[in-house]
C-alpha cells in the first residue's frame, strides 16, 4: 500500500482564496482525522470520521472550515475564505479499529501559507 | 481520555541512552500507552505501545511501572537522526475515541 496520500504538498494563496486539501486514506482503514499544525499550538486535531461519517468535529476553528468525507477512499477539507491565521501544515491519518496497535498513519502533510 | 504530562524538550550526545518519561495519573484500565515520533516535515509514526512492564522493539524500550501512572520510552545510543519530537498518548487502542496529541518532548541529540 502506498501510505496516507495528501495533496497538495504545497499551497500558497492569497487572503479570501478557497482552499481544498485531499487525502486518500489508506485502503481497508475506517477511521480518518484530519490534523493541524502549527509551532504556536502544536498538532491539533480538527476532525475525524469512522466509516465516512464525522464523529466529532469540535476541534474545526469556526465556520469557515469544512470537511468531507464522500467515500472510503477520499477526503477534503476545505477553508473558505482562507486567512494569514489558516497557515500551517495540514495532516491527514487514517487507522483501522480492531488491529492490534490502533496506530495512526499519517501523510506527508499539506503546508498551506495564507498571504 | 487520560492527560498526559511530558518534559517540553531534552538534550542528549551521540552515543547516550536516552529517557523520556510521561505521566498519566489518570489512565483506564482498559488504556494502552503509545508513543510516536515526529521528524521536521513529517507527520508522526507510530514506534512503541505497551500496556504494563517492559516492551522492546527495534526502535526503542518501554518501562511501565505497576501502577501504570507513568512510563518511560528509552531510546539506547541516539544518533544524530533521532532529533525529533515524541508524543506519549493514552487511550483504548480498541476504543472509538479520538486521538489527540499533547505538546510532546523535543529531543535534540548533539555531536
Known amino acids: 500500500d502506498a501510505g496516507v496520500i495528501q495533496s497538495p504538498r504545497h499551497e500558497v494563496t492569497e487572503m479570501g482564496q478557497e482552499v481544498t486539501l485531499r487525502c486518500k486514506p489508506i485502503s481497508g482503514h475506517d477511521y480518518l482525522f484530519w490534523y493541524r499544525q502549527t509551532m504556536m499550538r502544536g498538532l491539533e486535531l480538527l476532525i475525524y470520521f469512522n466509516n465516512n461519517v464525522p464523529i466529532d468535529d469540535s476541534g474545526m476553528p469556526e465556520d469557515r472550515f469544512s470537511a468531507k468525507m464522500p467515500n472510503a477512499s477520499f477526503s477534503t477539507l476545505k477553508i473558505q475564505p482562507s486567512e494569514p491565521r489558516d497557515s500551517a501544515v495540514y495532516f491527514c491519518?487514517?487507522?483501522?479499529?480492531?488491529?492490534?496497535?490502533?496506530?495512526?498513519?499519517f501523510g506527508e502533510g499539506s503546508r498551506l501559507t495564507v498571504l | 481520555l487520560a492527560k498526559t504530562t511530558q518534559p517540553i524538550s531534552m538534550d542528549s550526545y551521540e552515543g547516550q541512552e536516552v529517557n523520556i518519561t510521561c505521566s498519566h495519573n489518570n489512565i483506564a484500565t482498559n488504556d494502552y500507552i503509545t508513543w510516536y515520533q515526529q521528524f521536521p516535515s513529517q507527520g508522526p509514526r507510530f514506534i512503541i505501545q505497551?500496556?504494563?512492564t517492559k516492551v522492546t522493539n527495534e526502535v526503542a524500550s518501554l518501562f511501565i511501572p505497576a501502577d501504570r501512572k507513568s512510563s518511560t520510552l528509552s531510546l539506547p545510543r541516539v544518533s544524530l537522526s533521532d532529533t525529533a519530537v515524541y508524543y506519549c498518548?493514552?487511550?483504548?487502542?480498541?476504543?472509538?475515541?479520538?486521538?489527540?496529541f499533547g505538546t510532546g518532548t523535543k529531543l535534540q541529540v548533539i555531536p
Open positions: 498518548l493514552v487511550g483504548d487502542p480498541g476504543g472509538y475515541q479520538k486521538v489527540t
Open positions: 491519518a487514517s487507522r483501522q479499529l480492531g488491529t492490534n496497535t490502533g496506530e495512526l498513519f
Open positions: 505497551g500496556y504494563k
